[in-house]
């Protein structure tokens, strides 16, 4: 059973930062892509941003320039540095990992992390 486990949201004033950190297990021979969604209240889930295994990477036109995503050294882990946070980021963020070989195959999402941005 693949899993995903994210860590790293929380409370941060406006202009700050936070590393959010999502892992992947479960006897995985390979994965696509991994990436970062949110959803705010009351809004749909918007992508921010996706790498793939080749180190390909995709960001929402609001955080170009913000927002880092890169993959881990260790196998199967992303991370996205957020800098420079807006009110409008808050949201839960959700890890994604597309493409995946293990005994299934398939697009897996985390439980999520709250990012609230807020003085």
């Known amino acids: 059973q693949v899993q995903l486990v994210e860590s790293g949201g929380g409370l941060v004033q406006p202009g700050g930062s936070l590393r959010l950190s999502c892992a992947a297990s479960?006897?995985?021979?390979?994965?696509?892509?991994m990436g970062w969604y949110r959803q705010a209240p009351g809004k749909q889930r918007e992508l921010v941003a996706t790498?793939?295994?080749?180190?390909?990477?995709n960001y929402a036109d609001s955080v170009k320039g913000r927002f880092t995503i890169s993959r881990g050294n260790a196998k199967n882990t992303v991370y996205l540095q957020m800098n420079s946070l807006r009110p409008e980021d808050t949201a839960v963020y959700y890890c994604n990992a597309d493409r995946v070989i293990s005994i299934t195959r398939g697009n897996y999402w985390g439980q999520g992390t709250q990012v609230t941005v807020s003085s």
């Open positions: 479960g006897n995985i021979f390979s994965i696509y892509a």
């Open positions: 790498i793939t295994s080749s180190g390909s990477t």
